[in-house]
């Protein structure tokens, strides 16, 4: 992550970095070991204080991957109940055997599915008791599909509540060319950008870009 901050002073954070107990440490670095994604230390740190601070009772998480920043949400908010959607039917299989192994099954429900189209059910059509507005969104899915995962996720958040999204710098190409030299990931920059501007010109939202992990934003909705 040097491109967005000085590797020495995330060395340094990560160093201070707990693990909520041993079988989540477990899950990280199983995770880690084999490169599969979740969120980085220092953007989990940030991320369960906010958690501590607000005790949100429903959090919607749109991009579970094995379940581990779900299960990271649930073991910090006891009293919460968890709803996380994954895209990937493996991950979606590995995220049922992570929550089953912690004993998380019963306040953690994961939907197979697009982001936008599962909110949009649960918009509408939800059988599940109370899920249907949320305190809490944690957006960490397709970079490219954030505007339409947060129009939907703005319909689905209390006055008041939290619409976190994560890696939002992409290791430094949001902010400047120069980091995508081969010109890879010109359609994703772009949309990321128009993200961020969007989001942070609508009156009604408050908006904090933070360059901790990979770029997070942290926005409050104040609903009319």
Known sequence: MDNITNPLVTEYIESQYRSLNPMLEQIRNYAEAHHIPVILKDTEMLLLQLLRWRSPKRILEVGTSIGYSSACFATVCESCRVLTIENDPVMF???????????LTERVHVFLGDGEEVMERLLYKTNIEGLDHFDFIFIDAAKSHYRRFWDVAEKLVKKGGLIVCDNTLMNGRTVSDKYDRLRKHRTNIAQMRDFLAYICSLPHVDTALLPVGDGVSISTINKP
């Open 93 to 103: 299989e590995r995220a049922i055997e992570t929550l089953e192994d912690l004993g």
